[in-house]
């Protein structure tokens, strides 16, 4: 038995409607619409993505619905670049900061030293204190009556 290219076309054209179908099928249940007040909400069953779609001029307009859950990533991905940012800022302020402190303190051995300098002027100073009080009359003399 002979096979023809047109009885071949002819039992091939069903499969080949057959898987078109199929392929259409399977396009057409990416999505799911679902009848609102205001028109339809579709959402993308392969991504989960919402689209609020509306009846314009006899189409189906549709706009990719504003995702929570999108907006809230982006949100925190932004703050914890804040974050990161300000921790960064910190630790060079806390560095610069106690660079500064060490190289303006002095050392152990300036302390004492300057420590020695106001002992001996404290000394000095309530020896001039009790030299003066010493010098003081013991009563004090009378004032002159003022009239």
């Not at 499969?15 to 959402?43: C, P």
């Not at 800022?89 to 002095?106: D, F, G, Q, T, Y």
Request: hydrophobic letters at 35%; charged letters at 30%.
């Amino acid at each position: 038995m002979k096979i023809t290219r047109s009885a071949l076309a002819v039992c091939a054209a069903p499969i080949i409607v057959i898987l078109a179908a199929g392929t259409a099928g399977a396009q057409e249940q990416r999505y799911q619409l679902e009848k609102t007040e205001n028109g339809y909400v579709r959402m993308d069953t392969r991504t989960g993505e919402m689209s609020i779609c509306e009846e314009k001029s006899a189409q189906l307009v549709c706009r990719v619905a504003a995702d929570e859950r999108t907006a809230m990533q982006d949100e925190v991905d932004r703050l914890r670049g804040d974050v990161s940012a300000l921790h960064d800022r910190v630790i060079k302020l806390e560095n610069s900061l106690s660079a500064r402190l060490e190289s303006k303190l002095p050392s152990d051995e300036e302390f004492e030293k300057t420590m020695g300098y106001m002992e001996r002027f404290f000394r000095s100073f309530m020896g001039i204190v009790k030299e003066q009080e010493a010098d003081k009359p013991s009563s004090p003399a009378p004032l002159p009556n003022k009239t």
